[in-house]
């Protein structure tokens, strides 16, 4: 699943571990999800976009725009 996670996080100046103690989970999923090595349930996906206010699909479609058309390049 492509995701923006890690450049939120970076943007945000934390560690894996800081965002993984934010939302409750280890370390490992954090770095897990950012690699899209897992996906993550439904509702850690709403935890982490509500950490970052912002939308699920902004975090990690992030890009569809705000209409949910898919802008990649064809």
Do not use: H, W
């Amino acid at each position: 699943m492509n995701n923006d996670l890690r450049d939120r996080r970076d943007r945000a100046d934390m560690s894996q571990a800081d965002l993984a103690a934010a939302v409750g989970v280890s370390r490992q999923t954090i770095n897990a999800i950012e690699r899209d090595r897992y996906d993550p349930s439904l509702e850690l996906a709403f935890e982490l976009a509500d950490y970052f206010d912002c939308r699920v699909e902004d975090l990690f479609d992030p890009d569809l725009d705000g209409n949910g058309a898919d802008d990649r390049a064809e």
